[in-house]
């Protein structure tokens, strides 16, 4: 990739980066709480209530609060700035354009921001509003990768016992909140009354109990159910990244209830030949002292399959040969890395008679006299340039 191209991907990118931040009227370097707040003010600019049948500002309203599920979160926040929206694209916990997020999504997740001022349910009025909708609990698996497998990116089925409502259960609204989800107490004190909202003891905030509990369900009316689940990974991942599968967790009871989500966690398998550092690959290269004098062409692993290369006659032990592109690709979208070559020459440990007098003769030859040229860079050097 040349510099231009590069220096207009990043251009690109910073732009990215900055657009969550714009959504929610906020800048890069605030606090926790200016962020909320300037969330806050553009979600009662753009709120439905306010705003009825006006499609543009009810996806404004989605947009912004992605933006904020995203920054009002430390390490999405920190994942979002180093690499902008490719750290949530293909199932990476996110996605910009508030796809993935619905009216009922926003309220259970940020109502407490929106106040007295607007219900914290659905629009139009109702019963559910200042409900909070009940979550299931994230499920968390770990998916093995190779090399070549992150270098070009992946869709991967797993299977996951997951919690599901099972057939037959139903629920009915709760007699100790009457379905609103909470629980309200009052208190006297020196101060005088004081009134309290508490989340309900009953029903544990989703306003619905149990009615019918089919046979094989728990207490929840819920059943483990084994369901094979379609993941997609993004070329570049690395150890450790955490994917989301949005609904793939385990379920919540009652009808309005949200499932839980699948966390995915990505573990690298060991390359036989081929060592990672960031984008860049690394192989180590053993030929023997008449292929360093004489040259010879060898066939190397990358993660694309088989290249070959030319060494020189003369090849120095410890030089680095460096195939550019040959790495794996940046999850940023920044392009690839390279392959760096490691050079080794294998000096011979056991020699015949004939062998021992040709090298005795030829000690004090000219030519097998090292003579380094300013071409021939020294260990620094080498060190230097390969993490250049």
Request: aromatic fraction near 8%.
């Amino acid at each position: 990739m040349n510099q231009i191209t590069k220096s207009l991907k990043q251009t690109i990118n910073k732009k990215m980066r900055q657009e969550y931040y714009k959504l929610v009227g906020s800048s890069k370097n605030v606090t926790p709480a200016e962020i909320k707040k300037a969330y806050r003010q553009k979600a009662v600019e753009f709120h439905p209530d306010k705003n009825p049948g006006n499609k543009a500002a009810e996806d404004k309203f989605k947009k912004a609060a992605e933006a904020y599920e995203v920054l009002s979160n430390e390490n999405k926040k920190a994942r979002y700035d180093q690499y902008g929206h490719a750290a949530f694209e293909n199932g990476g916990g996110g996605g910009f354009g508030g796809g993935g997020m619905n009216m009922e999504d926003i309220f259970s997740q940020f109502g407490d921001i929106f106040g007295g001022g607007f219900g914290g349910g659905s629009f139009g009025g109702g019963g559910s509003r200042g409900r909070a909708r009940v979550k299931g609990s994230n499920l968390r698996i770990r998916v093995k990768l190779t090399l070549e497998e992150i270098a070009n990116g992946v869709e991967k089925k797993v299977k996951v016992r997951r919690k599901v409502m099972a057939e037959g259960a139903t629920y009915k609204t709760c007699t100790t909140c009457n379905g609103a989800g909470k629980v309200m107490r009052v208190t006297n004190t020196v101060l005088g009354r004081m009134q309290s909202a508490s989340t309900c003891p009953t029903c544990h905030g989703a306003g619905e109990i149990l009615d019918k509990r089919p046979k094989n369900a728990d207490s929840d009316g819920l059943e483990f159910k084994e369901e094979t689940v379609s993941i997609k990974i993004p070329a570049g991942v690395t150890e450790g990244v955490q994917l989301k599968v949005n609904g793939k967790g385990n379920s919540a009871p009652g009808n309005n209830a949200i499932d839980g989500d699948l966390i995915v966690v990505i573990e690298e398998i060991s390359h036989e030949t081929l060592k990672r550092e960031g984008t860049n690959l690394h192989f180590d290269l053993y030929i023997n002292f008449s292929e360093a004098v004489l040259g010879v062409s060898k066939n190397i692993d990358t993660v694309t399959g088989k290249v070959k290369i030319k060494i020189e006659p003369g090849t120095q032990s410890g030089k680095i040969l460096r195939l550019r592109g040959k790495g794996l690709p940046s999850i940023d979208n920044y392009g690839n890395g390279d392959l760096l070559i490691h050079i080794n020459v294998w000096t011979p440990q056991t020699l015949s008679t004939e062998q021992e007098a040709f090298f005795d003769a030829n000690k004090k030859d000219e030519n097998f006299k090292p003579n380094p040229s300013k071409l021939d860079k020294s260990f620094f050097e080498k060190v230097k340039d390969m993490f250049s």
